[in-house]
T-cell receptor, first 111, second 113 residues
């Protein structure tokens, strides 16, 4: 059974820092890995989708990498801003359509 | 529409009441999913539709939960005889085709009192 773990559970950093969020999964036979952002009381906003054949994706200040063999993905946020404060969720699909989510990392960027 | 739309955004139900939650997926999206998110947790899969066919309902927690998508577009998640443990955010997502990027709605926050 696929399990997704995110570390750390919570993170507080000063504005301007570069930071890394980690996601690990137990079954390397994944189809996609997707990173989402969730603001309090809101739905999920897709940030980056990495297909199993890819190793990384970039969008603006965000870069996500995927290492299937080790069951890991990282989300790198450059030059963090207070507006980046949110919960970041990673999710995988494993040949089926279901997303299996981690419990998220709650990020707070201090001004 | 431009995105996945869910209504109502908030619902307070008395224990034992029936509720119906609506999801309008992105136009043309074949796949539709419902997820349940408890406070402080990641979303958990409830059910999946491909067009009007419900192909997987393995995540529905009990027979009080029922979902439908009769014309392959709008979907309704119904919860009968609500209980306190049903309190959660219910998220709908759609994609086209399956196993491509999923787009989520804003969710419906259900509170059972």
């Amino acid at each position: 059974k696929q399990e997704v773990t995110q570390i750390p559970a919570a993170l507080s950093v000063p504005e301007g820092e570069n930071l890394v969020l980690n996601c690990s999964f137990t079954d390397s036979a994944i189809y996609n890995l997707q990173w989402f952002r969730q603001d309090p009381g809101k739905g999920l906003t897709s940030l980056l989708l990495i297909q199993s054949s890819q190793r990384e994706q970039t969008s603006g200040r965000l870069n996500a990498s995927l290492d299937k063999s080790s069951g890991r993905s990282t989300l790198y946020i450059a030059a963090s801003q207070p507006g980046d404060s949110a919960t970041y969720l990673c999710a995988v699909t494993s040949g089926t359509y279901k997303y299996i989510f981690g419990t998220g990392t709650r990020l707070k960027v201090l001004a | 529409g431009a995105g996945v739309s869910q209504s109502p955004r908030y619902k307070v139900a008395k224990r034992g009441q029936d509720v119906a939650l609506r999801c309008d997926p992105i136009s043309g999206h074949v796949s539709l999913f419902w997820y349940q998110q408890a406070l402080g947790q990641g979303p958990e899969f409830l059910t999946y539709f491909q067009n009007e066919a419900q192909l997987d309902k393995s995540g529905l927690p009990s027979d009080r939960f029922f979902a439908e998508r009769p014309e392959g577009s709008v979907s309704t998640l119904k919860i009968q005889r609500t209980q306190q443990e049903d309190s959660a955010v219910y998220l709908c997502a759609s994609s086209f085709p399956t196993n491509t990027e999923a787009f989520f709605g804003q969710g419906t926050r259900l509170t059972v009192v």
